[in-house]
């Protein structure tokens, strides 16, 4: 027997159960000295002034989405005791008129989604983060704007903005057209993201940078109009493209049959995903590349010619276009070839995507069903899966929604993250003895019907048992040896994550297989040490960084989202290198949306805290102006602090940047690290 405990109390710091008041759900948070609250009951109407106590501690923050679709609330008022407002806290609250934030609120994290009344913000004027106008919440000098819930019509954004940050304008179907001051530099990740009802947009020359998926979704937007002095981009008709238009950005509002130009080299990650008019596209022999996404739910598209000059195609690039019967490969493409609605690998083994619908067989030549291969193929009904295959990928038929039964050949020997997710017609599915790997979540959203023993749940193959779900257990669990006459062979990828309860489990000789991530607790903010909360995230990180170099990186969603989640529990704990972690996940866009705002907060933290690599990052962030206007002089003195502390990569990057400065700007910046030391040293 082999025995694995799990202990859930070590470092336990805060009681993490879930306590009711009133309409109000609330966890103690980790310093055992305040609360979140955690929810609102949507039956919640009028004005609402939230609680200031709970439970008899103070309320310092709202967690994320906990007033979601609380649409009878008219206004609230937050009060001074809120540091904090989670992600999306009061998304689709969509008969909010007026929110009041207190002076304590620090960190905000895109509450207002689909807010679509919210005509006021107001923020105390001793807020020392933030301030408003009207509905829009930006930073405390007013230079980024943070939201603009209710922005529509015809909206002029203040010309103190420098940068517009992340989904600021996000799903503001309302929104016809924008004019962009040239105060702005930035343009930030999803910031326009739903903006259906935009038509045109105009860019100064001033921007000099914009985010991927910035105008994802803007399905109406027929005019894009950069200026001709813009350093950085250019435009045609609905087109973003880079300056010399080799680099198609977006072409959000493509319609019909549309020719993308012959300069175009690179079509970008996102750049047509959502175009649901667009009916047929031609690719001129210039291109070379094709990004992740690039015509994801393209629903209206229903042939596509890939030239023999393409040699790379992103993940997902054809994923959910339901109406792609026709992909047409050239005979003479180097690594691409095509078979009806498929496309494949060269020699046809790995099928990469297909847009399949009624009884579909796989050909006999793929041994490999690629990620995301048939996601959201809705119209298909009844998959054939040659003895060929020995693999079905991440993704593979999610969103499969016709799908109602599927048979596994017995060549088949791994089964992918979420390969069914979502299929919620599949109710029956038969697996062989031959598998030896299910992945994390493999079959959540189907309506497939487990074996129940003791609360775990079970799948059958002929011979054998494989634990799905054990979200149930608690205590201390011993795994049978056998469910059913079948030995139980493999425990599935996450089967017990979400266990908040667990303390050991004993797990049987006839288990040849653990999934990844089964044991990793999904226990809320405070199960675990911040150290420790740390490790985990830097294990999904490598996790994630494994994949990318395996070539899997575009769907490594699991790995670096739980990384984020991990590495912000530590953070939020006052844990430099998780804060440093989680300002490089913003930076990189791993596992969440590029916000340089969000990356420079976190990195600042953990700089002053004294970690050389925040430093040596934030010194990079001045210089390049990533997060914040470009200063040499700062940027020298965080490398010069990192430097002190022998980080190598920054002892060379000051010596480079010395080059470029004054004698008396690096005076001046060897003074700032000097005060800043001597502050540290108090």
Not at 54 to 60: F, I
Not at 361 to 373: E, F, H, K, L, R
Not at 492 to 500: H, I, L, M, P, T
Request: hydrophobic share 40%.
């Amino acid at each position: 027997m082999r025995h694995l405990i799990i202990f859930l109390s070590i470092a336990l710091l805060g009681n993490a159960t879930a306590q009711t008041f009133g309409l109000y759900t609330y966890e103690i948070n980790a310093d055992n000295v305040s609360v979140t609250i955690t929810d609102y009951d949507t039956s919640g109407t009028g004005a609402l002034v939230i609680v200031d106590t709970l439970g008899g501690y103070p309320v310092t923050s709202i967690g994320s989405q906990a007033f979601r679709d609380c649409r009878s609330l008219t206004s609230i008022t937050i009060s001074n005791s809120v540091t904090n407002i989670g992600t999306q806290a009061f998304r689709d609250c969509t008969g909010l008129t007026s929110i009041t934030i207190g002076n304590s609120v620090t960190r905000v994290h895109q509450p207002f989604m689909d807010c679509s009344s919210l005509t006021s913000i107001v923020v105390a004027v001793d807020n020392p983060n933030y301030s408003s106008i009207g509905p829009l919440l930006l930073n405390k000098n007013g230079t980024v704007l943070i939201t603009a819930p209710s922005a529509s019509g015809d909206f002029t954004i203040p010309d103190t903005v420098t940068s517009i940050g992340y989904s600021a304008f996000g799903v503001g179907a309302g929104l016809t057209s924008v004019t962009i001051p040239d105060s702005v530099i930035n343009i930030g990740y999803n910031a326009f993201s739903g903006c259906t009802g935009l038509t045109s947009v105009t860019i100064p020359d001033s921007v000099t940078s914009i985010a991927d998926r910035a105008f994802f979704a803007c399905s109406s937007l027929t005019s894009i109009v950069v200026a001709v002095d813009n350093p950085n981009y250019s435009s045609i008709g609905p087109l973003l493209l880079n300056k010399n238009g080799t680099v198609l950005i977006t072409g959000a509002g493509a319609s019909g049959d549309f020719t993308i130009p012959d300069s175009v080299t690179s079509i970008g990650d996102w750049a047509f995903s959502r175009c649901n008019s667009l009916t047929s596209i031609t690719i001129p022999d210039s291109v070379t590349s094709i990004g992740d996404h690039a015509f994801l739910l393209c629903k209206g598209l229903t042939s596509i010619i890939i030239p023999d000059s393409v040699t790379s195609i992103g993940s997902g690039a054809f994923s959910s276009c339901s109406s792609l019967t026709s992909i047409v490969v050239a005979v003479d493409n180097p690594n691409y070839s095509s078979i009806g609605p498929l496309l494949l690998n060269k020699n046809g083994t790995v099928l990469l995507a297909a847009c399949a619908s009624g009884d579909f067989t796989i050909p006999d030549t793929v041994t490999s069903i690629g990620d995301s291969a048939f996601g959201g193929c809705t119209g298909l009904t009844s998959i054939t899966i040659p003895d060929s295959v020995t693999s079905i990928g991440d993704y593979a038929f999610s969103g499969c929604t016709g799908l109602t039964s599927v048979t596994i050949p017995d060549s088949v020997t791994s089964i992918g993250d979420l390969a069914f997710l979502n299929c919620t017609g599949l109710r029956s599915i038969t697996i062989p003895n031959s598998v030896t790997s299910i992945g994390s979540q493999a079959f959540d959203g189907t309506n497939l019907s487990y074996f129940d023993s003791d609360g775990l749940k079970y799948v059958f193959s002929d011979n054998y048992a494989f634990l799905i779900d054990g979200s149930s257990a608690s205590g201390d669990l011993s795994l049978p040896s056998n469910v059913d006459s079948k030995p139980v062979r493999l425990i599935a990828g996450v089967a017990f994550q979400r266990c908040k309860g667990l303390t050991s489990i004993t797990i049987p000789d006839s288990v040849t297989s653990i999934g990844k991530y089964a044991f990793s607790s999904r226990t809320s903010i405070g199960a675990f040490g911040a150290e420790a909360q740390n490790a985990l995230g830097e294990m999904y990180l490598e996790m994630y960084v494994s994949k990318m170099l395996s070539g899997r990186g575009g769907r490594a969603l699991l790995e670096n989202v739980e990384a984020v989640k991990w590495f912000r529990k530590a953070a939020e704990q006052g844990y430099a290198v998780a804060q440093f972690n989680l300002g490089l996940m913003y930076f990189c866009a791993w596992g969440v949306e590029r916000d340089l705002t969000e990356a420079m907060e976190w990195v600042c933290i953990a700089a002053e805290q004294g970690f050389d690599q925040a430093q040596h990052l934030l010194g990079f962030m001045y210089y390049e102006g990533e997060g914040i206007a470009k200063d040499i002089v700062m940027a020298y003195m965080w490398l010069n602090l990192a430097a002190a502390q022998g980080h190598e990569n920054a002892k060379e990057n000051k010596g480079n940047l010395s080059k470029e400065m004054t004698k008396e700007q690096i005076a001046e910046a060897q003074k700032l690290s000097r005060e800043w030391l001597a502050k540290r040293s108090k």
